[in-house]
T-cell receptor
């Protein structure tokens, strides 16, 4: 969902559940999308990416879905573990003359309860 | 292998002072980005360097902010006459063009 003020959207799940984190992007010209995970006190880390010529890509325990019609991106985490607790950001990239400057979403805080 | 490093990890300064933050990107990465992240917020793009091209400074919030990069190596972000609203974590990332970014651990700046 949308964040209000300083509060990030939060998703709370039980260990072992599947998690789905959603992201709406803004630029229909964006052609490359990335999900990052940011643990407390650290910089974001790459999780998975997808290009605009695909609608689904799978990694280890993670799947990214892209719906270009409604400009929506989602990250699915299977069998969520406590170590998955972090803030997750989506990023959209637009190639403009070879310059890739990503736009990051607000972020979603995932809390996994053991 | 070595990732992106940033220094200092923490910086406390007084309002009105200048600060300089350093980023060492991954060797061979031609693209380098600076972001600002306020507490509980997303990443705010500041500046982008790509090879020898002129940097994209479109995200710099004011003329108190500037950044330099020496070739395809070290970059410094300078904030002059710091204000309390400059307090944030400053993140640096590097990448090969068009691919995922690798982020450093950030510099936490506190302006008193």
């Amino acid at each position: 969902g949308e964040s209000v003020g300083l509060h990030l959207p939060t998703l709370s799940v039980q260990e072992g559940d599947n998690s789905i984190i959603n992201c709406a992007y803004s630029n229909s010209a964006s052609d490359y999308f990335i999900w990052y995970k940011q643990e407390s006190g650290k910089g974001p880390q790459f999780i998975i990416d997808i290009r605009s010529n695909m609608d689904k890509r799978q990694g280890q325990r993670v799947t990214v879905l892209l719906n270009k019609t409604v400009k929506h991106l989602s990250l699915q985490i299977a069998a969520t573990q406590p170590g998955d607790s972090a803030v997750y950001f989506c990023a959209e990239n637009r190639g403009a003359g070879g310059s890739y400057i990503p736009t990051f979403g607000r972020g979603t805080s995932l809390i996994v309860h053991p | 292998g070595a990732g992106v490093s940033q220094s200092p990890s923490n910086k406390v300064t007084e309002k009105g002072k200048d600060v300089e933050l350093r980023c060492d990107p991954i060797s061979g990465h031609t693209a380098l980005y600076w972001y600002r992240q306020r507490l509980g917020q997303g990443l705010e793009f500041l500046i982008y360097f790509q090879g020898n091209s002129a940097p994209d400074k479109s995200g710099l919030p004011s003329d108190r902010f500037s950044a330099e990069r020496t070739g395809e190596s070290v970059s410094t972000l300078t904030i002059q006459r710091t204000q309390q609203e400059d307090s944030a974590v400053y993140l640096c990332a590097s990448s090969l063009v068009g691919l995922e970014q690798f982020f450093g651990p950030g510099t936490r700046l506190t302006v008193l």
